[in-house]
Each structure stands twice: as C-alpha cells, then as structure tokens.
C-alpha cells in the first residue's frame, strides 16, 4: 500500500488562531482529498487537490505532489472547526482501483 | 442533488445476528466503495464496487462479509454472525465516472451486544 502520515495528531488552539496541518504520503498519488470529521461523525469534502493550491473562505490547502506532501491552512479560527481532520489519497498505478488511503488524523480543538 | 445516503444511521444486533447496511449513492454515481473506521482508527478501506461488479474487495475479511452493488437498488454491505469487534462506523463513498474525487455518506454505526 502506500503510507499516509499526518501531523500534529494533536492541536489545541484559542479561537481567532491560524494553523498548519501536514500530510506526508510514501509514494505517487493522482487523488488527495482533505476531509473534516465534525463532532456527530460526518465526513465534510474539505478539497480535492492531488496538486497544486487552492482556497476556500477561511481554508486554504497546497500539495507539492513531487515532494509528496500536503498542507491544510485554517486561518482565524473558529469553534466550530474543532474535530478531526483526515488526508487520504489515491496511489497512481497508471490503472485507478480508487481506493482511498487515510492518515490517522489531527485532532483539531478550538476554544472560544 | 442529494448526498450519498447510507441507512440506517444506528443499528444495534446480538452477537451471531447479521447485519445489512445500505448506500445510496450520488444521482449518476457509478463508483461505490466501502470503508470502515475502528474506535480512535482511521478510515480503511474495504470493498471497491460498480454496478453489479465487484472491483476490489482486498479490505474485506475473507469471511462473514459481503458486498453488492445490484444493477436497480443500493448498495449492501452485509455481516453475518456479527462479533464484538465488528462494532464500528461504516461509510460508504461515491463518485463520478471520469472523475476520482470521493463522496461520503453519513455512515452507519453499528453496536454489537
């Protein structure tokens, strides 16, 4: 399979703070998706960004698919990002088998 | 254009019990694949279908389980003579032909007594 790593496992922050979330994975990918996993267990579609960058409002996510790593920007934090957040990825194998390789996750805790 | 739905959200059975977990996928989603998240795990893969194929199920235990995605209907994944440690949160995701970004259900989390 391919190794998926991400960083910190753990994150606790004061409201209005920004952060840097990382994931390192082993090998080429032609997927990566960003996943937010809020209190009640739902998987939220963050970004799909197997390269390059891109933003959405307060969220911003980089893949440097050469260097085989990834970030995800969360600026000015609020309470309601507090839950788990998940990278997971596609290995390219010239054929897709689609399956989805997840991190272990950065447990992300904002307080007012 | 609703969401992938999964159904139902809550199931409870004895151990020995089967259990039948459904996914619904995305209008026009032919890709369908199951995955199961442990207590303080991560997502892991199990069974990779499309319409009345199985593609790959390399993550599912050899036995007690089964997947299948009819040509009408949702998909089911089904457990038989269910165990302690079958208890978990299961999700189904889906997506588009052509195009490999996955979409997730709500997940089914299923207790075992």
């Known amino acids: 399979g391919i190794q998926v790593e991400q960083s910190p496992p753990d994150l606790i922050l004061q409201e209005g703070a920004n952060s840097t979330l990382r994931c390192n994975f082993s090998d080429s990918v032609n997927n990566l998706q960003w996943f937010h996993q809020n209190p009640w267990g739902q998987l939220i579609n963050l970004f799909y960004i197997p390269s390059g960058t891109k933003q959405n409002g307060r969220l911003s996510a980089t893949t440097v698919a050469t260097e085989r790593y990834s970030l995800l920007y969360i600026s000015s934090s609020q309470t309601t990002d507090s839950g788990v957040y998940f990278c997971a990825v596609e290995r390219d194998r010239g054929s897709t088998l689609g399956r989805l390789y997840f991190g272990r996750g950065t447990q992300l805790t904002v307080w007012p | 254009n609703a969401g992938v739905m999964q159904n139902p959200r809550h199931l409870v059975r004895r151990r020995g019990q089967e259990a039948r977990l459904r996914c619904s996928p995305m209008?026009?989603?032919?890709?369908v694949y199951w995955y199961r998240q442990l207590p303080e795990e991560g997502l892991k893969f199990m069974v990779y279908?499309?319409?009345?194929?199985?593609?790959?199920e390399s993550g599912m235990p050899k036995e007690r389980f089964s997947a299948e995605f009819p040509k009408e209907g949702p998909s089911i994944l089904r457990i038989q003579q269910v165990v302690r440690g079958d208890s978990a949160a299961y999700f189904c995701?889906?997506?588009?032909?052509?195009?490999?970004?996955?979409?997730f259900g709500p997940g089914t989390r299923l207790t075992v007594l």
């Open positions: 209008k026009g989603h032919s890709h």
């Open positions: 995701a889906s997506h588009i032909d052509g195009y490999n970004e996955q979409f």
């Open positions: 279908l499309q319409k009345e194929n199985i593609i790959d």
